[in-house]
């Protein structure tokens, strides 16, 4: 059994999706990031940087292990899948987790404070974000159009990117015109793993559901915290 210490991000989502893809028993347990629960003590002595996603595994003696990538990884080789076993295969799958880890992930949240969170709208630092997020989806795009997968089989790999991928409408970047992409995109939104995953929990503000003026009352209400790292004070309104 393991406990998942999460929130409704993508981070939060590459590790439910994970652990539904691979069957594995697990607790939920939800942080309330706005409250500041991953400042707590009894969490930092899980993840000392304070940020979800964290799992402890309890068959492990408690072990915990923090930061996406590292869980993911974790759980592939816990149970031998998701990765090959093969020094080739583990380290193509581990080269576009590292590329999603350097360069989507950090490439779409910093447009993500910039598009949506931060107060004024800083047009040179909202262009150079999604561009840059766009060219690394044109890099996804072109590898993809000569593999189903990111690396052979389904992996880890596929799941770190997808999770941040579909988000692209919150980070103001388009996928128009990237055919695979949106194949691979659709491919993994399909499957029920997957489905369930996004879950454990589901996102409080879904752009199709709310459109952009729930889009803005979301962020003016996590502005604080996304942009200081901290929850907002009482006296804010």
């Known amino acids: ?21 691979l069957a594995l028993p697990y607790r939920l347990s939800v942080l ?4 500041g629960e991953q400042k707590r003590p009894e969490f930092l002595a899980i993840n000392p940087n304070g940020r979800i996603p964290a799992i402890v595994d309890h068959d492990a003696g408690d072990f915990a292990v923090f930061e996406s990538g590292a869980i993911l990884i974790y759980l592939a080789e816990k149970t031998g899948r998701l990765m090959p076993q093969d020094a080739k295969g583990r380290s193509r799958v581990l080269q576009w987790l590292m590329f999603q880890m350097g360069g989507v ?20 630092a909202i262009a150079r974000y999604q561009a840059e997020g766009r060219r690394l989806f044109e890099v996804l795009d072109g590898h993809l159009a000569q593999h189903e997968w990111l690396t052979g089989d389904y992996s880890i790999a596929d799941i770190a990117s997808w999770a941040w991928v579909r988000t692209h409408r919150w980070s103001g970047i388009s996928i128009e015109g990237l055919a695979h ?6 491919a993994i939104r399909a499957r029920p793993a997957v489905q369930r995953g ?7 503000m879904v752009l199709e559901r709310d459109g952009e003026a729930g889009a803005q009352a979301f962020a003016e209400q996590a ?8 929850p907002p004070n009482e006296n804010d309104a």
């Open 1 to 21: 059994m393991l406990t998942l210490y999460t929130a409704a991000t993508p981070n939060g989502h590459k590790v439910s999706i994970a652990l539904e893809e």
């Open 32 to 35: 309330d990031l706005s409250a």
């Open 105 to 124: 992930g950090p490439m779409m949240g910093q447009a993500n404070v910039f598009y949506r969170y931060f107060p004024e709208k800083i047009q040179p």
């Open 181 to 186: 992409l949106r194949r691979w995109r659709d």
């Open 198 to 204: 996004l879950l454990q929990p589901p996102a409080k």
């Open 223 to 230: 502005r604080s915290m996304v942009i200081t790292g901290q």
